[in-house]
């Protein structure tokens, strides 16, 4: 097991991982730009080191600044947490190169997965149900061709995207080269990649991914599902497990999809296998995260597993001492992401100080946050307060106590998020389980 670990990220993911590694008896190094000096990771961990300014390009995408901080302080392994470094292949090669474990899977797996076209065209030889689409798109004409072949409606996406970023919606043919060339610009500008392929747009559709944890002896356990269809513009707000829509018999069908596209990669770490589904319950495989999920914790309240803990095991080199067979889903969990902006003024950025903060207690309630009184949100970072998750017996019971917690929690100083998660939690369509990805747009537009 690792003595000490380096933590590249900042906000709830690094302060979750300190306390996992606390936990463990591993010495913890955080970094931080200047704009976080007074941030709760840097005075949680065992040591922390300054890597630049305010500016995410200057501090935490600045590998040879991290990287150093890790060779200076000793720590034999970096853990990415989400988004940042954490799915970047050739931050994880220079870590591999400075002999320093990185916590996920290797460079040459990042690479081969994120490349969204290789990894669909992996997943079709294995048998995994994929999306009708296209492979790369080299220009306009063939775009074109491609398009007339899959049928409008389709959406226009970018190989390297993510969050939301280089996917357009063409409806019509007219629509399509402008769509292309912005998806392939934005790409371009956010990952330094341009390229772009057409996929059929499945509607209406749920989102459904499935939690994977391998360790280096070829064992890959699939940890159940999570339900991620509440999103505005790709991007989510409430994430629940079990699915209601996923039966015992469907499950275990995309168990073994999943499981079959860990093992045709021959994959490593903690992951998650992303589904499409329609309202015929036909699943087909969009991407697969190499990474930690935001919405972890749901995925741990129904399964009783710590998994930053086995995700820095299985990095160390531990064998899994369980099967598919010992896991089991118990009970229902909800995730509400509560985020710096405002839902009444087209959901504008917030920052500020904290001048008042009540979090909420009682059993099974959990708030996955690193905000503190007097703390002053930076604007320069992700929205992301903090989250409330939830565990409860039943879906019902889950929901109830959902709207308890967040009518009992206070953050003061800024505007966020946790009213527009009561209207979520009321909504016939999100309490009948019968949402789907157009749910926010459908809510909006009655809005």
């Known amino acids: 097991m690792f003595s000490k670990i380096l933590i590249a990220n900042r906000g709830e993911i690094a302060v979750r ?5 606390k936990e463990m008896g591993i010495a913890t190094v955080a970094v931080f730009s200047e704009a976080d000096r007074e941030a709760l990771h840097v005075s949680l961990a065992d040591e922390s080191v300054c890597i630049g300014p305010a500016r995410v390009q200057d501090s935490y995408l600045n590998m ?20 940042l470094l954490s799915e970047n292949a050739r931050f994880a090669h220079l870590c591999e190169e400075c002999h320093i474990h990185f916590i996920g899977p290797n460079a040459e797996l990042i690479s081969k997965l994120g490349d969204k076209d290789e990894a669909k065209r992996t997943m079709r030889a294995a048998g995994v149900p994929v999306v009708p689409g296209s492979d790369l798109i080299p220009d306009e004409k063939a775009a074109l061709t491609a398009a007339k072949e899959i049928g409008f409606p389709l959406l226009v996406k970018a190989r390297a995207g993510g969050g939301g970023r280089g996917i357009r919606l063409v409806s019509s043919e007219e629509e399509l080269i402008p769509a292309f060339q912005a998806s392939s610009q934005e790409a371009a500008s ?14 209406p559709v749920k989102h459904i991914e499935m939690q994977i944890l391998c360790d280096n002896y070829d064992n890959v356990l699939c940890l159940g599902e999570r339900e991620c269809s509440v999103q505005r513009k790709h991007q989510k707000l ?10 015992q018999e469907l499950r275990t ?17 903690l992951g ?18 190499t990474r930690l999920q935001v919405e972890h914790p749901v995925t741990e309240m129904v399964t009783g597993l710590d998994l930053v803990k086995w995700q820095i095991r299985a990095a160390a ?69 903090g989250k409330l998750i939830v565990h409860a017996p039943t879906r019902e019971e889950a929901v109830r106590k959902m709207q308890a917690a967040l009518a009992e929690l206070v953050i003061d100083g800024v505007n966020h998020t946790a009213e527009l998660q009561m209207d979520i939690l009321s909504d016939p369509s999100f309490l009948d389980g019968s949402y789907h990805t157009d749910f926010m747009e459908k809510r909006e537009k009655l809005c």
């Open 17 to 21: 991982i300190i306390r996992a590694c």
């Open 64 to 83: 040879p600044a991290i990287l150093s901080a890790a060779v200076k302080t000793g720590a034999q392994a970096i853990h990415p947490g989400y988004g």
């Open 190 to 203: 956010a990952f330094g990649d341009g390229a772009c392929y057409l996929e059929k747009y499945l509607d």
């Open 238 to 247: 409430l994430e629940e497990s079990p699915a209601v829509c996923v039966t």
């Open 253 to 269: 069908k995309m168990i073994e999809a999943a499981q079959r596209a860990a093992n045709a990669v021959h994959y490593r770490s």
């Open 272 to 289: 998650t296998i992303e589904f499409l589904m329609d309202n015929h319950h036909n699943f087909y495989f969009m991407e697969m995260n």
């Open 317 to 385: 080199g531990t064998k899994l001492p369980f099967e598919q067979k010992d896991i089991s889903l118990s009970g229902h969990a909800i995730e509400c992401r509560i985020n710096a902006e405002d839902p009444d003024n087209g959901f504008a950025p917030s920052c500020g100080k904290i001048s008042l903060l009540h979090i909420p207690g009682g059993p099974w309630v959990r708030f996955d946050t690193a905000l503190y009184q007097e703390y002053s949100v930076p604007p320069f970072y992700d929205s992301l307060l």
